[in-house]
């Protein structure tokens, strides 16, 4: 074993063979892999094999396409087979309302050029004559699924890393991580200690441990895993005969279980309701090739559906259980990327779906490593997706959730109850004593909507309007008439300040930096141009002769921008930056008499000219301390009001005191969306993302290229001069009882007209059989028709997708946003643009300015 790399990687399962064959793939040949034991000695050995493109991730799906092609490429450099079965599957939907899901599933599919079709059970019970149909009311075929073994795949990674220059350590376990001044790790093992400039975590089962060696208490936990494999079963062989191919894939919602061929035989795998986890606190570190004891009381309640929906596979005997660990994160998808406030630490971990995911985890951490980028938006597996309160007895309670909601449905006002509350303001009591419908922001409990007096406050979870529809009306059209107030602490609060602390700011951001007293708003550009923050700055007085700058931004991106603000603080340390978090919190009030109500509660002239649109002033408010901006997310004439926790309760009381002869209400958080709507405003992580640049998301009045030579400039200069590809606009919808919710697509009556947006379907597919083995579609997904089928209908075409939307009260219109082709941007003629809706395209019109106070004079009265 060598004494020094370049690179690390901890862990022999497939995500680690994947990452060291990514790295040496993009030209790092100094690079070796250390594993305790064997290679797939964790969960890779006894997975299931399976693996599918879909994910509610639009953007993990494309890494999910990009995992399945690449297993070709690794079979033909290294030499070794991964058995790759691609046979297609069906997920079945026995209610109306998980048909809606798989419509939605199926419109994503659109503009990711995933070939899905959405089919009848007869159809499915065709190439899975198991099932009985009438259990079902619907079904959605994908053509790229199938299963593989799970062995030869990670060999094969490994081999080909080998190939490529890479070296495997194996029977050596990573004892220590400490770290240099300089930043070089020590990897101390069994056999000696490496220095390397990187060290990856793919430790899968024991990913806690390694984390907590470096002192990071990483949000992963694993669980026990059942699935069976039955004897050989003639109905199976006889399919197999008679149509000479292999029996599809199976996804079963109702029985929370998923089954597939294997062999002559059938695999049937649970995530059961009573899941349990398996090492909760600690990983043994002498666990290798072994399972668990099998407990089929626990799955026996999806085995009882399992056996009623699929009748052929009862009378199968079982030949084996497999019960083995495998590690989740809190929400299912992976933790990728370099862990903040470490230098060259990165992750590769909880990728429960190792063999859906894996190739697309190496290659976006690889990029990331060798480039500084990941080449992709991984938003929904970053590392830093997740904040301090994510604890281990709260990621236990998580993760149990998660896994026992495998298979079920997620509606777009769903609620989640584990491990809440975990944050509270100290409003918490007084908002759910107004009847508040209280929702998890970033870890943070905050009013949602307020139900009203009598009814309980509680969600009815759908995907049509529902329950909130009308409170949340009236508490916009009283905010907008007269004044509300709501709860803000749920932004990310930063103090920046240090001498040069303006020049420093500048170049990170892409709009000049305000006077003292004044607030601007800025985008942050990564080196490639793309949109990574978006930022309210405000300058505020000197303190101890420093500048000193307030920031607000997306609670939930604190952890991933500190890192980015960590990585280019000056070595002097001559700049600071504190997060706030929950020490900082917040109160907003908005309306056309809302300075009426606020001039009654401090001392100090706040009339127009006094106080200015985009003014920033520290002042006792209610008599607490404060910091107020004169600026709100509404659109509206109103304020944020900033305030240690111990003064909340004061101002909040004196607002609600001040406000009684205004007609104030409490507004939630989805009453702030619906208006931000009315304006166009846009949201982080869903309209502004890091796969758009500023000028594609709209934000150009914002961009100061001649200001300095911040992070980004030359690839945004380079984006004005030769104008966007795409742009993001707004429309109204004629949406019936069903409002967008993101990922829906945009279609547009364009003749043959190609404006190039729509993504490449998969690289191939499998094929669709009837009963009799008859192909009923085109034998490869990515050649002739089929490659556009559902993408292309006559003279419309898919030209973009939906990132949010909702219904926006006061204007009373149905609104999205969404990024379509540049030369549509700006064409609001009726008739040229639909929206899919829960499977039906609805009209919608391009609307360029906001429906409500387009030229913006209210919020500057």
Not at 80 to 101: I, K
Not at 695 to 724: Q, T
Request: hydrophobic content about 40%; glycine content about 10%; overall charge negative.
């Amino acid at each position: 074993m060598k004494s020094h790399a370049k690179a690390v990687v901890i862990g022999g399962g497939v995500v680690g063979c994947s990452v060291l064959y990514h790295l040496a793939k993009a030209g790092w040949t100094d690079i070796m892999l250390i594993e305790r034991s064997e290679l797939t000695s964790g969960s890779s050995w006894h997975a299931a094999g399976g693996f599918h493109t879909l994910n509610g991730d639009p953007n993990v799906a494309k890494l999910q396409a990009y995992t399945v092609q690449l297993y070709k490429e690794i079979e033909e450099i290294s030499g070794q087979s991964c058995s790759l079965h691609l046979t297609g599957g069906v997920m079945m939907a026995d209610t109306p309302e998980r048909m809606d899901f798989l419509r939605l599933a199926h419109a994503k599919g659109r503009y990711l050029g995933m070939d899905t079709e959405l089919i009848t059970p007869s159809e499915a019970k065709a190439m899975f004559p198991l099932m009985d149909e009438t259990n079902f009311v619907g079904a959605m075929w994908d053509p790229v699924e199938g299963h593989l073994d799970p062995s030869g795949t990670t060999h094969a990674y490994a081999k080909a890393a080998r190939k490529l220059g890479a070296e495997i350590v194996l029977r050596n376990r990573v004892v220590e991580l400490t770290q240099e001044v300089d930043g070089t790790w020590n990897v101390v093992t069994e056999q000696g200690t490496v220095k390397a400039e990187h060290v990856v975590n793919c430790g899968g089962l024991w990913a806690r441990e390694i984390g907590r060696m470096v002192g990071v208490e990483l949000p992963v936990l694993a669980m026990e895993h059942m699935y069976l494999l039955t004897e050989p079963m003639p109905e199976v062989e006889e399919f197999n005969k008679s149509t000479g191919r292999e029996m599809i894939g199976v996804l079963d919602f109702k029985g929370e279980i998923y089954t597939r061929q294997e062999r002559n035989g059938i695999l049937l795998g649970t995530y059961e309701k009573a899941c349990k986890p398996w090492s909760p606190v600690n990983t043994p570190w002498d666990f290798g090739h072994e399972l668990l004891q099998p407990d089929i009381d626990r799955i026996a309640p999806s085995l009882e559906i399992g056996f009623k929906h699929f009748p052929g596979i009862e009378k199968a005997g079982i030949k084996q259980i497999i019960n083995g660990p495998f590690t989740f994160a809190l929400d299912g998808n992976p933790l990728v990327g370099p862990v903040q406030g470490l230098t060259n630490f990165w992750c590769a971990c909880a990728v429960m779906a190792g063999f859906s995911q894996g190739g697309g985890v190496g290659l976006a951490l690889s990029n990331w490593m060798v480039h500084g980028d990941p080449g992709f938006d991984v938003w929904g597996m970053d590392v830093a997706r997740f904040g301090e309160w994510a604890t281990l007895r709260y990621t236990n309670a998580k993760v149990r959730e998660n896994y026992s909601r495998r298979f079920s449905i997620r509606f777009p006002n769903e609620e989640l109850p584990a491990a809440r509350p975990a944050q509270t303001t100290p409003l918490y009591d007084t908002m759910l004593a107004n009847n508040a419908v209280m929702g998890d922001s970033w870890g943070l409990e905050t009013p949602l909507w307020f139900a009203p007096r009598g009814s309980e406050p509680k969600d009815v979870v759908s995907f049509h309007r529902s329950n909130d529809f009308g409170p949340i009306g009236e508490e916009v059209r009283a905010t907008r008439e007269k004044v509300g107030v709501t709860e803000i602490a749920n932004f990310a609060k930063y103090e920046v300040s240090g001498p040069g602390a303006e020049d420093f700011l500048n170049r990170l951001m892409t709009n000049r930096m305000p006077k003292t007293g004044r607030i601007v708003l800025t985008p942050m550009l990564n080196e490639f141009g793309r949109l990574i923050g978006d930022f309210t700055i405000a300058k505020a007085s000197p303190r101890g002769g420093e500048e000193r700058f307030m920031i607000w931004g997306s609670s939930a991106a604190q952890k991933y921008h500190m890192r980015w603000f960590e990585k280019h603080l000056p070595k002097d340390g001559s700049i600071r930056i504190h997060r706030f978090d929950q020490t900082l919190v917040g109160l907003s009030i908005a309306g056309p008499k809302s300075r009426d109500l606020l001039q009654k509660l401090v001392d100090v002239d706040i009339s127009t000219k006094a106080f200015r649109f985009m003014d920033f002033r520290e002042m006792a408010v209610g008599g607490a301390p404060c910091m107020v901006n004169r600026i709100t997310y509404t659109g509206d004439l109103g304020y944020e009001i900033w305030m240690a926790p111990a003064y909340q309760r004061l101002v909040y009381k004196a607002i609600k005191e001040a406000g009684e002869e205004f007609g104030l209400v409490d507004f939630g958080m989805r009453a702030l969306l619906s208006m931000r709507l009315e304006k166009n405003f846009p949201t982080w992580f869903r309209e502004l993302r890091p796969i758009y640049g500023p000028f594609e998301g709209s934000m150009d009045r914002f961009i100061k290229l001649e200001k300095n030579d911040f992070i980004g400039r030359e690839a945004a200069a380079k984006e004005r001069a030769e104008g966007p590809k795409l742009r993001r606009v707004s429309f109204i919808v004629d949406a019936a009882d069903a409002d967008v919710m993101g990922d829906e697509p945009i279609w547009a009556k364009v003749g043959g007209k190609d404006y190039g947006t729509v993504e490449k379907p998969h690289g191939y597919g499998a094929p669709r059989f009837d009963a009799g083995g008859k192909e009923v579609r085109g034998s490869n997904a990515a050649e002739g028709a089929s490659a556009v089928r559902g993408i292309v209908d006559g003279d419309w075409r898919v030209v973009g997708w939906v990132t949010s939307g909702g219904y926006a009260h006061y204007v009373e219109k149905s609104m999205a946003q969404g990024y379509v082709p540049v030369a549509l941007a700006e064409n609001e003629s009726a008739g040229l643009f639909e929206i899919e809706i829960l499977g039906h395209r609805r009209p919608a019109r391009i609307n360029v300015e906001p429906p409500f106070d387009p030229s913006g004079e209210k919020m500057r009265t």
